[in-house]
């Protein structure tokens, strides 16, 4: 069962084809560059690489605005050369999940050129029409201030499409039976060529019902049964990590009361939660997402995550939550976006403060689910504000502090690499942290060494415990008999905690496995803990022997 359900304790890594692929001169990366970074990443721990769209595409969204599924946009090679890395990853014992964005495709693509240009054609169905522009066009807009409507008139059918995100990108009509059999085959295509899995984009936008009548759109959740029952078919161990940002009473929705149709799914409950956590030294509410997004099937599994591609989301917070996430993390107009989001790497948000970045992922690391690093952070990458929305934190990976940080032999990169100031690419590179032993890069791989080493956080349940102090945050976790516990001191100031660990016993002894800083309990059976300015302590429960008090079942 453990190999069946591979993704309950693994690494996932998120990497930019255009920023993180060497690039053979032409300043665009390509998958004959990714190859020779496979080692890279395979020393670092990862288990699954997470790629961003690299389809065929004007490029207009990042990849992902598709124009052609069934192809590779020549500037990142070939089909033979995707195949080629597919399988090079394979011998390293790394999966690969490739984006699937079907909510919509660009309006370059065949399918939407010929449902404009021919009321007839089957593909005129593909689409979302209306004769009318819909008196909430200006609703449900996903980029507030960068996007005016959702319906969007086209001089060539004479009619409005509908659009979720940018006019560029007419919305698929996720209800018709053909658009659901092509989505099928789509996955199937890939999945032939080498990748184990999907991460679905905008996962509630393809669920939902789509139509200028509709004023409230129900979910077709039952596609995403029938996604998932086609993929298991195909391919017994590949899955989807889907892109949900619901509220958590929809969670199980999504996953299945029966476990049967999504694999995964991004916390951003938990994740907004987090960074409130950091921002205000109160963990409560932290505490109150973890427990609310506990209920989930046994072969359901959290993504845990701190920065991805896009803003930091925090529209889920209460308006005074998020003011004070923006006052500590990013307190200028310029470092917000779409009026709910952060666009900032993780390193600038922190001020560079290496207690709180080290803080943070061993947060995530420690939170129920499977890690997700986005590429760079691992080396505390920063961002160019100067770039317009996202594309601030998508700027090339920096190798070395060779010329163009060791990307490309190109004057000139697609996205600027960062050339100024405490993150620019001779202060802050790969090669450089490499032959440091204390790195944030060594330091990440020590992380993710030891987190692959307690299981029990990926596959166990969880115990939240009283410090007594709403700064300081202790779980355990269980599994088959063995127990591992995390302590986080969300303060910048030292505290001491008295704390029971709640297994009688056994719990007498706590052995650190960061610094060998173990703790014994007192005659009371509580231990006495200090932990320094954003502290972090990971303790196995017991002893050194608990390999062989595992259980089997």
């Known amino acids: 069962m453990i190999n069946d359900l591979w993704y309950k304790n693994s690494v996932v890594y998120c990497l ?51 124009s052609n599924y069934y192809d590779i946009d020549p500037r990142y090679g070939t089909l033979g050369d995707f195949v080629e890395f597919t399988h090079a990853a394979k011998q390293r014992g790394i999966r690969v999940i490739i984006d699937l964005v079907v909510n919509h495709t660009s309006d370059q693509h065949p399918w939407f ?37 959702t319906w969007t008139y086209d001089e060539v059918a ?18 018709n039976p053909m658009v659901q059999a092509e989505i099928l085959k789509i996955m199937g295509f890939w999945i032939q060529l080498g990748v184990s899995g999907f991460r679905m984009d905008a996962v509630p936008f393809v669920i939902a019902e789509k139509g200028a009548d509709i004023k409230k759109p129900g979910q077709q959740f039952d596609l995403l049964r029938w996604f998932r029952a086609f993929l298991q078919w195909r391919k017994g161990d590949a899955i989807i990590l889907a892109e949900a940002n619901v509220p958590p009473k929809q969670n199980l929705e999504y996953f299945g009361e029966d476990g049967d149709r999504m694999h995964m799914m991004f916390n951003f409950h938990v994740n907004q939660s987090l960074f409130y956590a950091m921002a205000s030294g109160d963990g409560a509410p932290l505490v109150k997402a973890l427990n609310d997004t506990r209920m989930r099937p046994e072969t359901g599994q959290w993504g845990s995550f701190l920065r991805n591609h896009d803003e930091l989301d925090l529209g889920r917070l209460t308006e005074k939550q998020r003011a004070r996430v923006f006052q500590e993390f990013g307190p200028e107009k310029g470092m917000q976006l779409y009026d709910r989001g952060i666009r900032r790497r993780l390193a600038p948000m922190l001020g560079g403060d290496r207690r709180r970045l080290e803080l943070a992922y061993s947060l995530m690391f420690s939170m129920p689910g499977t890690p997700v690093l986005r590429y760079g952070d691992e080396i505390g990458m920063g961002d160019d504000l100067s770039l317009p929305e996202r594309n601030c934190a998508r700027t090339p990976m920096q190798w070395s502090d060779e010329p163009q940080a060791g990307f490309s032999s190109a004057d000139k990169t697609v996205l600027p690499v960062i050339s100024e100031g405490p993150y620019r690419f001779e202060h802050v590179n790969v090669a450089s942290q490499r032959r440091d032993p204390n790195s944030f890069l060594n330091w990440t791989e020590r992380m993710i060494r030891m987190r692959k080493e307690a299981p029990e956080v990926g596959w166990g349940d969880f115990t939240m415990l009283d410090t007594g102090n709403k700064g300081v945050m202790a779980m355990r976790f269980d599994w088959r008999n063995n127990a591992v516990m995390t302590l986080h001191n969300l ?18 002894s706590l052995i650190d496995i960061l610094d060998g800083d173990s703790s014994q309990a007192e005659e009371d059976g509580r231990h006495r803990i200090l932990l320094g300015p954003y502290g972090y302590r990971w303790f196995r429960v017991g002893g050194l022997d608990y390999l062989l008090r595992r259980t089997e079942v």
């Not at 449902?115 to 980029?143: C, H, L, M």
């Open 113 to 149: 050129q010929e449902a404009r240009n021919d009321p007839n054609s089957p593909y005129r169905d593909w689409y979302v029409w209306s004769q009318t522009k819909p008196a909430d066009a200006e609703k449900g807009i996903v980029f507030p201030g960068v996007q005016k409507t």
């Open 158 to 175: 004479k009619q409005y499409f509908f659009h979720r995100f940018y006019k560029f990108q007419p919305d698929l009509n996720t209800e």
């Open 491 to 508: 303060c910048d100031q030292p505290q001491e905690i008295l704390l029971d660990v709640g297994v009688g016993e056994l719990g007498h």
């Open 16 to 66: 930019s084809v255009e920023s993180f692929m060497d690039s053979n001169g032409d300043g665009v990366g390509d998958f004959p560059g990714l190859m020779r970074r496979l080692d890279y990443l395979k020393g670092m721990g990862v288990d699954a690489i997470w790629l961003m769209p690299f389809q065929a595409s004007p490029g207009l969204d990042d990849g992902y605005d598709v």
